[in-house]
C-alpha cells in the first residue's frame, strides 16, 4: 500500500511540474523577452540574412538614417560586399530600447553568375516544336529532357526550349538571390519580336508565358510548395483572365488515320484531343511544317494535365484570310511577351502576389517558373506557345 502511494504521488508531482512548466512555455511564447542583437552578423552578397527577434511593438530597423524595416524580422541583402552599421529601435507599452550591431557582407569565394545556374524542371505541354526544341531521341527519358533543358538554359549562351501549349512549364534557380531592389529586377529572354506589318506596333510574335517567382525562404535550397508566387502582370486583375484553369492532353495514336481540314497547311484536325475544366474540349491540328510528334515522346502517360492562370487569347487574323495571324503582346509582367531589348521583358519581383491576390514583399527570389499561359490555334502560325531562351539578374555587377 505504501509502495502505491509513493508511486501515486510520484505521478502526481510529475503531472503538477508538467503543467507548471508547459504554463512556463506559453508566458515565455507571449511576452518572449527580446534579448537584443549580435555585436555584428556576417553573411555572403546577394544572400538574405534574417535576423528574427519575436519582438511586439512599433519596430524599426534602419542603416544610418535609412528605415530598411519596420518588421519583426529582418530580412536583408545586399549586393555589395561591405560593413553596414544596424540599429534596432523596439517601442512596447511606451518604453524604447535601441540596440546596435553591424552587418558584414562578404563576396562569395566563388563567383556567382547572373545567369540561370540551374534547371529543376522541364515539362512542356503538346506543341509543334516538342520533340523538337529540345530534341528528342529514341530512348531519351525525362531525365535526359531536363539535361537537354539544362544545355539550353544556363549560363550566357542560352537558347530556346519551347514549353508547347497552355500549362507547359520550365522551373529554372539562380546561385544567388535575386534581390528586389527599387525597380525590375530580372529579364526573361524568349523569342518574340514586333511584325512590321502589323497594324499593332506592339504585335507579332508575342506568345505570353506567366511569371511565378519562389524565395528560398527556408533556406533549404529547393523551392516549396508554399514559396510560390505568381507574378501579377497587366492581365491579372482582369476578368477576361480565368485563374485555376485546367487541361488535359491525351496522347495520341500516331498511326490512326489523319482527318485533313479545308486549309491545305492541316494535316490532321483531330491530333491531339484535350479538355478542360470548364467543359469544354477540343483537337490540336498538326500542320505541314511539322511531322514530328507533337506529344512529349519521352512520357509513357495516356495523358497529361496543367493548371494555372489562363490569358485571354491574343493572337488575330489580321489579313481576315488566315494568312497573316499577329500576336498583341501584353502591357507588362510576362515572358516571350515582347522583344528581348523591350523593358517590358523585365520583371520587377513586387508584383509578386500570394494565393488571394495579395501583393508580398520579398527580400529576392531564388527560382523562377514560366509556364505558358495561352490556350489557342493561330490558324496555320500552329499553338501559341511561350519559349524560354534564358534570364538573367538585371542588378548583378
Ligand atoms: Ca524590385
Ligand atoms: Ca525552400
Ligand atoms: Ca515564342
Known sequence: MK???YLKIG???????????????????????????????????LNV???PTHASGDITWSINDSIISKNSELEFISATSTVYPLTLKIINK????????KIIVTKELSPYSKYIAEVLEFRPAVGQFINDTPLFETGN????????????????NSYAVSLGGFGGYVVFGFDHTIPNFEGRDFKILGNAFFGNAANDPRSGNCEP?????????????KPDDNEWYEIAGSEYF??????NYSITYFKPNESKSPVPGNEG???????????DNLGNNGFKTKNIFHSQSYYPLWLSEASYSFTGTRLKNNYYDQSGTGSYWVGKSYEFGYADNVPNTDEASNIDISWAVDRNGKYVRLPGIDFVKVYTGINQEAGWVGEVSTEVAGAYDLHFK
Open 49 to 51: 540574412l534574417s535576423i
Open 3 to 5: 509502495y502505491i502511494n
Open 265 to 275: 497547311w492541316q494535316i490532321d484536325t483531330e491530333y491531339i484531343k484535350w479538355q
Open 11 to 45: 505521478i502526481l508531482s510529475c503531472l503538477l511540474v508538467g503543467v507548471v512548466a508547459c504554463k512556463h512555455n506559453e508566458m515565455d511564447e507571449e511576452d518572449s523577452v527580446f534579448n537584443g542583437l549580435e555585436d555584428s552578423y556576417e553573411i555572403d552578397r
Open 209 to 221: 508565358g506567366i511569371i511565378m517567382v519562389a524565395y528560398d525562404k527556408n533556406k533549404n535550397g
Open 238 to 243: 482582369k476578368n477576361t483572365t480565368i485563374k
Open 94 to 101: 511606451g518604453n524604447e530600447s535601441i540596440y546596435h550591431s
Open 141 to 156: 527519358t525525362a531525365a535526359d529532357m531536363l539535361q537537354r533543358a539544362k544545355k539550353s538554359l544556363i549560363g550566357p
